[in-house]
């Protein structure tokens, strides 16, 4: 795959593909600190050189980068402050401001200004505040009144479900009041309804997917609530519970534990229970449990099923009616499993590796979420149980993440095949590596980077935006930005692509330029939306990337040296007016490349895609009923379409019906739709039959008749005897060791023994490279047979 980056200073603008996860959310907490505020009032006193964007630069290190800077003209200018409005939320002493943005294309837009005390800190002159606005925050009206003023805690912030639908949670002490306080909206918030809870809340209050009315709760004293009409009544489901989930239509999922004991679910006591018919009859999935979750259709929970043993993963795709065992390593109480992502075709599993490693082994599983292969070793994940695993979602089976080399260098590596294999990424055209390194890759910066005093945003991507990811990184694992654009940044996708913003941002440094960019971060105008610099919160616009304006959040001391919060909307709109039209886009063959067999140009998870893109060179609008278009045709199946699966097989009784788990080493990675190709000649067919029934032995296949052998010579016959004699000693060796094989299954006791093959892929010059130091963990050449990582 070949990569075109433009890098602006530690950003980096990826374009996948020849030519080159979305973190989207309703919600966005911006929170000022202590150490925030004391920066501020000291920095109040100082006279600052406002011709500048931030603070002090970093000094810039690296070599010089070719960029494009592009300046305002006056007319632009005049028209991007015509459209720029900038709010101050005077007298707000909030810590925390919870943005969230209700119903889709509404512009409306809900700010809680409130702050984390404990739950009697009202008492102490405490406040919440309630903000409203109706054009893409641009203006705001406090609605506190709407609410009473009440106290609301930053840990329940606004829940927002289909709809316009709208529940905020009050904060009052348990000691003699027999329920909390909600507050509901139907209207986007332009009203509100008082509702008396009979429960106290111990979590946000849970929407069902589709329907807002029904709403599911959990008490602090372990009591599972449902509510079918928003809120106004309440009905105890069950009690002792420890989660839930919903799952398909109105099935609901609850673990809870026989003992009220605080240890249960460390000790895998809890029992996982389901419900088809809202509350009123259950049914019991499994017993000692330590968790679940839901996720892509599939139900999965770990188990401990003895005591000294260690947990282990059992999946369900029919909603708990059957389950099976997960054909993946156990882990013990001192490790975990974390489902990465996943939808109805596979998962993705990362298994902690023992002891404090911060790393693990990554899996994807079939359809089924039974049979699992590895997909990558050494993944990486800190000691809060955080990954940079990332889906990029601008372009099908791409994901993007980390791992730790064993000399404990962190390398940034990339799947175009939904995890069938890894790379590392190669560096951007316009930066060379450093002295004395003739080869470097580029290294994303994730949440291990917070380590290092740099707090990078994550890779974000969007599904409007064809092949782009805009990501922080440096050039061979370093922390010197480099780039035309100093520093670190905070960026947003907007107008499906078409535009991206971008706001520098330095630790201790104050902000008043915005850059933006119309062709995908080739060239950048910079813009001061203010006059007077503050320090700067966040970067928010509205889910989805079709709005064209962004708001830059912040705070700047007033006169009594107290900050005060500040908003500053730019609405780009008026500044690119053309609408886009046929002749502003071009036909784009996604991840095609020069190299390579040139049927194959483009093919991606068995299928080439042609997109609509919006070409670079035009400056236009793509507008709200933009809608991404591709035309899809299938490719000839080849090794790259397939992961290298259990080198033997074995037998499985799975859901009253042994399963044959016959194997070739090969498996299609899941979601390819590639046709013909590649052919598996030694694959045998799955055969699936009641267990216990032995299988049924059909007629030997037919063979040609082969011509007839003469040995005539002497020599010939005694070669012929040689052979024979070496053939019957094989033969007798391999009965003796089938006797043996099966005396030991008659006669022992011990458990299966399950073989993860050696994954291993060939290298440039067709070497089998180990992948222990490769990037990839699993590739195109998968030997039949190894003792490597045995599992029992």
């Known amino acids: 795959m070949i990569w075109r980056l433009v890098v602006l200073g530690g950003v980096y603008v990826l374009f996948l593909g020849a030519e080159g996860s979305s973190r989207g959310g309703r919600t966005v907490t911006f929170s ?164 008396q809870l009979p429960f106290h809340l111990a979590q946000r209050i849970t929407y069902h997917f589709l329907n807002p009315d029904y709403l599911v709760a959990l008490s602090i004293d372990g009591g599972l609530w449902l509510s079918l009409d928003f809120g106004a009544k309440w009905t105890k489901v069950h009690d002792g519970v420890h989660s839930f989930s919903w799952g398909a239509g109105i099935d609901m999922f609850f673990s809870f534990s026989r003992e009220d004991t605080v240890e249960t679910d460390e000790r895998g006591d809890l029992v996982l229970k389901r419900t088809t018919d809202l509350g009123k009859t259950f049914t019991t999935i499994h017993e000692n449990i330590f ?112 791992k730790l080399d064993k000399d404990g260098r962190i390398r940034s590596v990339i799947s175009f095949n939904r995890g069938g294999m890894w790379r590392q990424l190669n560096k951007p055209e316009n930066v060379e590596c450093e002295d004395q390194v003739k080869n470097c890759n580029l290294h994303i910066h994730g949440e291990h980077s917070r380590k290092n005093r740099i707090v990078p945003m994550l890779a974000l991507s969007e599904p409007t935006a064809i092949g782009l990811v805009i990501a922080h990184g440096t050039v061979d694992g370093g922390y010197n930005w480099r780039g035309t654009l100093k520093g670190p940044h905070h960026y947003s996708i907007l107008d499906s692509g078409g535009l991206i913003v971008a706001v520098e941002t330095q630790r201790e440094g104050q902000v008043k330029t915005i850059k933006f960019s119309t062709d995908e971060g080739q060239c950048w105008k910079s813009y001061n939306f203010t006059e007077q610099p503050f320090f700067f919160a966040g970067l928010a616009s509205e889910p989805g990337t079709k709005a064209m304006n962004v708001s830059v959040w912040g705070f700047r001391p007033e006169e009594d040296g107290q900050p005060m919060w500040v908003v500053v909307t730019i609405d780009f709109q008026s500044l690119i007016t053309r609408e886009c039209n046929d002749q502003d886009y071009e036909e784009w063959l996604a991840h095609a490349t020069d190299e390579g067999d040139l049927k194959r140009k483009g093919c991606l998870l068995g299928v080439k895609e042609t997109y609509r893109r919006l070409k670079k060179k035009s400056v236009c609008r793509n507008g ?36 044959e788990l016959l194997t070739a080493g090969y498996r299609k990675v899941p979601s390819d739709r590639c046709e013909g190709g590649f052919n598996l000649q030694l694959a045998v067919q799955t055969v699936i039959r009641p267990c216990g029934v032995k299988p049924s032995l059909g007629p030997p296949p037919a063979r040609s008749p082969s011509p007839i052998t003469h040995f005539d010579t002497a020599r010939e016959r005694l070669v012929l005897i040689l052979v024979c004699a070496g053939a019957g000693v094989i033969v007798l060796v391999v009965i003796v060791s089938a006797i043996i094989a099966v005396k030991g299954v008659v006669q022992g006791t011990s458990s299966p023994v399950y073989r993860f093959s050696n994954l291993r892929i060939q290298d440039e010059d067709n070497s089998i490279v180990d992948l222990e130091s490769a990037a990839s963990s699993n590739g195109t050449a998968c030997p039949q047979d190894s003792d490597d990582d045995l599992i029992e």
């Open 32 to 195: 000022r600190t202590q150490q925030d505020e004391s920066q501020g009032q000291g920095r109040a006193r100082q006279r600052r050189d406002t011709s500048s964007s931030s603070g002090t630069p970093r000094p810039f290190h690296g070599p010089p980068f070719t960029s494009c800077r592009t300046p305002l003209t006056p007319d632009e200018h005049r028209v991007l402050d015509d459209n720029t409005q900038e709010t101050g939320f005077n007298g707000d002493d909030g810590s925390h401001v919870i943005l969230t943005w209700v119903g889709d294309g509404t512009g409306v837009v809900l700010v809680l200004s409130t702050f984390s005390a404990p739950i009697d800190s009202f008492m102490t002159g405490g406040s919440s505040r309630l903000y409203r606005s109706t054009d893409y925050a641009k203006s705001f009206q406090d609605i506190s009144h709407r609410i009473n003023h009440t106290f609301i805690r930053e840990e329940f912030e606004v829940s927002v479900g289909p709809g316009s639908s709208v529940i905020l949670t009050a904060d009052i002490p348990v000691v003699d009041h027999p329920g909390g306080i909600i507050f509901t909206s139907t209207d986007a918030g332009a009203t509100f309804k008082f509702i």
């Open 291 to 402: 968790s679940f979750g839901y996720i892509g259709a599939l139900v999965f929970f770990s188990v401990m099923e003895d005591p000294r043993s260690p947990r282990v993963m059992y999946f369900s795709s029919d909603q708990g009616e059957t389950f099976s065992r997960a054909l993946l390593p156990s882990a013990s109480t001192e490790q975990f499993y974390s489902i990465l992502d996943g939808d109805v075709d596979m998962l993705f599993m990362h298994v902690d590796n023992p002891g404090d490693t911060f790393f693990g082994t990554m899996y994807t599983s079939d359809d089924r979420g039974i049979l699992f292969s590895k997909s990558l070793e050494r993944h990486l994940f800190d000691g809060h149980r955080k990954s940079d695993f990332t889906n990029i979602t601008s372009l099908r089976g791409v994901y993007l993440t980390n």
């Open 624 to 659: 709200r009923g933009f809608v991404v278009s591709k035309k899809q045709s299938p490719c000839l199946c080849t090794r790259e379409d397939y992961v290298c699966d259990y080198g033997y097989y074995r037998h499985l009784c799975l859901n009253g019906e042994e399963d």
